[in-house]
């Protein structure tokens, strides 16, 4: 499968991003979703993920109650919509999948397919 990752830009502290990753040459509906982000000088980290269904969200702590991931499946398309930006939050962000197996996983190594990454620029 292939993910395409756009949505990224330049925001001003408490602004708002939404983020999309359209994807093509694979059953998307039947894959977990995952959006992970890399601050400059750090390793990339999950930020939020959902399964197959869209039924069951996962957040890293640093994101919860702003980050919303959702997906249409029609659409072959994930979303990650972010709200109230810290300028913690810079980072580039990718969007990822893999096959519903052994239950989600939030480990970079465990998802065999990733997006080109798109900058997310917070500034204070």
């Known amino acids: 499968v292939q993910l395409q990752a756009s949505g990224g830009g330049l925001v001003q502290a408490g602004g708002s991003l939404r983020l999309s990753c359209a994807a093509s040459?694979?059953?998307?509906?039947?894959?977990?979703m995952g959006w992970f982000r890399q601050a400059p000088g750090k390793e990339r980290e999950f930020a939020a993920g959902?399964?197959?269904?869209?039924?069951?969200?996962y957040y890293a702590d640093s994101v919860k109650g702003r980050f919303t991931i959702s997906r249409d499946n029609a659409k072959n398309t994930v979303y990650l919509q972010m709200n109230s930006l810290k300028p913690e939050d810079t980072a580039v962000y990718y969007c990822?999948?893999?096959?519903?197996?052994?239950?989600?996983?939030?480990?970079?190594?465990?998802?065999?397919?990733w997006g080109q990454g798109t900058l997310v620029t917070v500034s204070s």
């Open positions: 040459g694979g059953t998307f509906s039947s894959y977990d």
């Open positions: 959902l399964i197959w269904s869209g039924g069951v969200t």
């Open positions: 990822a999948a893999r096959p519903p197996v052994l239950g989600f996983r939030r480990t970079v190594s465990e998802w065999p397919y």
